[in-house]
């Protein structure tokens, strides 16, 4: 047994003799974040299997070490072997056939891999970004700098756009509530206050999660698969330090930027209900809402949109350096990446509001 790249290779006679030995020796020579990226069972070198071997393989390609792996290059014989196991049914066990508590176990631990592989990641790619930044030999010149423009200036548009009229949502539908108690005074202290610690940072992280988390999914994810992460490391380049790096530190100065902008937006749709619902002058509602808004609320929305940041360039580029075998594997890394990106804000914002209530 041996492995090359993303691709394990078995070797002769894999019996109940030897099975074990096989998958043991899987395990010691390889890491678990590296067992998580192989792709492919290769067996053109197995010259027969028992059903002990047809459960090792099917264990392998099932995903027995959290990534199923695609079997190839079965002679004729061991393919006849494989079909003759699937066709007996309990000769091995199918992931399909194990019941829902196992299932369910099975689910968890590999959510809590994922997790701990993404936050060493995560470490990682802040570690090599406090050392760029003292020391920026490792990356092209300027890259933060466009991927700054990339994430930030040209996602303002949009931000733009969405923010103004969530903030004429809140405020039309926060008047409306107000009216019936005799407190539409208020409006400014209601949307002034959720378009600042809530929905100003929550939008804008959520947009650049679908817009730049996604693109950085793809890109690492495309390199991953054409090989140009293995070139990088060839020419002695870090791919983390060259690639991620830059969009990391975007991130970084980006989403305070873009979520202040965004406060302040969803703020201006409130002024424009505030002044054509109720008749309250803009300059009042405007002073009113800094009145009830505190210097740490200023605080939590950096503190929120960096973390925001953070979380969709490390999520994104982990979906990307988990991308193998081919264009649908970018396909869904992308799709994955937004999902987990936009989760992942949520999760923190909850987090927020309990210590803001606290």
């Not at 090989?227 to 002695?236: Q, T």
């Not at 009113?288 to 210097?295: G, Q, Y």
């Amino acid at each position: 047994m041996r492995v090359e790249g993303h691709t394990v290779y078995l070797q002769g006679e894999i019996t109940r003799e030897n099975a074990n030995t096989v998958l043991n020796e899987l395990r010691n020579q390889t890491s678990r974040r590296a067992r998580r990226q192989l792709s492919v069972l290769d067996l053109s070198q197995v010259t027969r299997l028992d059903s002990a071997g047809v459960g090792l393989v099917d264990l392998l390609g099932g995903g027995a070490f959290g990534r199923p792996l695609q079997v190839r290059g079965a002679q004729e014989s061991v393919a006849e072997a494989l079909e003759l196991g699937k066709a007996q049914e309990g000769v091995y066990t199918e992931t399909g056939k194990l019941p829902f508590i196992v299932r369910a176990g099975n689910a968890l631990a590999r959510t809590f891999a994922v997790v701990w592989d993404a936050l060493l990641l995560g470490g990682e790619i802040f570690f090599w970004s406090m050392v760029g930044t003292l020391f920026p030999g490792g990356r092209r010149k300027g890259s933060a700098t466009a991927e700054f423009v990339q994430t930030g200036v040209n996602a303002v548009p949009i931000v733009t756009m969405l923010a103004l009229i969530i903030g004429v949502i809140i405020a039309l539908q926060g008047v409306v509530q107000l009216e019936q108690f005799g407190g539409a005074e208020l409006l400014a202290d209601f949307s002034g206050f959720l378009s600042v610690v809530e929905f100003g940072p929550l939008v804008a992280a959520i947009i650049v999660a679908g817009r730049t988390g996604s693109a950085i999914a793809s890109e690492v994810g495309t390199m991953n698969v054409t090989d140009e992460l293995d070139a990088l490391k060839s020419m002695g380049i870090r791919p983390i330090e060259y690639v991620i790096v830059p969009k990391f530190l975007a991130m970084t100065i980006g989403m305070p930027l873009l979520s202040a902008f965004a406060a302040t937006v969803a703020m201006g749709g409130g002024v424009a209900v505030a002044y054509f619902y109720v008749g309250t002058p803009p300059a009042s509602f405007v002073a009113r809402s800094f009145e009830i808004l505190a210097w740490t609320d200023g605080v939590m929305l950096i503190v929120k949109s960096v973390l925001f940041g953070w979380a969709i360039a490390v999520i994104g580029s982990y979906c990307g350096f988990t991308a193998y075998g081919g264009s649908s594997e970018v396909g869904r890394a992308t799709t994955q990446s937004v999902v987990a990106s936009i989760s992942a804000i949520v999760m923190i914002d909850v987090v927020f509001s309990f210590v803001y209530i606290v």
